[in-house]
């Protein structure tokens, strides 16, 4: 069964950064397409940002594009979100999870189970 253990998140002042950790197991990690989703409260969780199983490919959300940067270790299973610039709209619970595309739909969480996710809390 997979596990999601995401870590890296904190309280932070507008214009920081924080580098944001998911480690993954019980699953070929490096077999799967990974992504970045949050959920800010009384809000849907929305994606962020993903990568290709390789590495080799992103794709940002508009609110994420020249401020977050996903990266993956598949040696060591982990997964990455480098996030600069930080804004108060940024506030939100950070979670991973592989990713699927779906067209329209945009990509898609693949996995069920879904870690405790991390905290990023920015204040102005």
């Known amino acids: 069964q997979v596990q999601l253990v995401e870590s890296g998140g904190d309280s932070v002042q507008s214009g920081g950064s924080l580098r944001l950790s998911c480690s993954v197991s019980?699953?070929?990690?490096?077999?799967?397409?990974m992504g970045w989703f949050r959920q800010a409260p009384g809000k849907e969780r929305e994606f962020v940002a993903r990568?290709?199983?390789?590495?080799?490919?992103?794709t940002y959300s508009d609110s994420a594009k020249d401020r977050f940067t996903i990266s993956r270790d598949n040696a060591n299973k982990i997964l990455y979100l480098q996030m600069n610039i930080l804004k108060p709209e940024d506030t939100a619970r950070y979670y991973c999870?592989?990713?699927?595309?779906?067209?329209?739909?945009?990509?898609?969480?693949?996995?069920?189970?879904w870690g405790q996710g991390t905290q990023v809390t920015v204040s102005s």
């Open positions: 990568i290709r199983s390789t590495g080799d490919e992103t």
């Open positions: 019980g699953v070929d990690f490096e077999m799967y397409g």
């Open positions: 999870n592989a990713v699927d595309y779906h067209g329209s739909l945009g990509y898609r969480p693949r996995f069920a189970n």
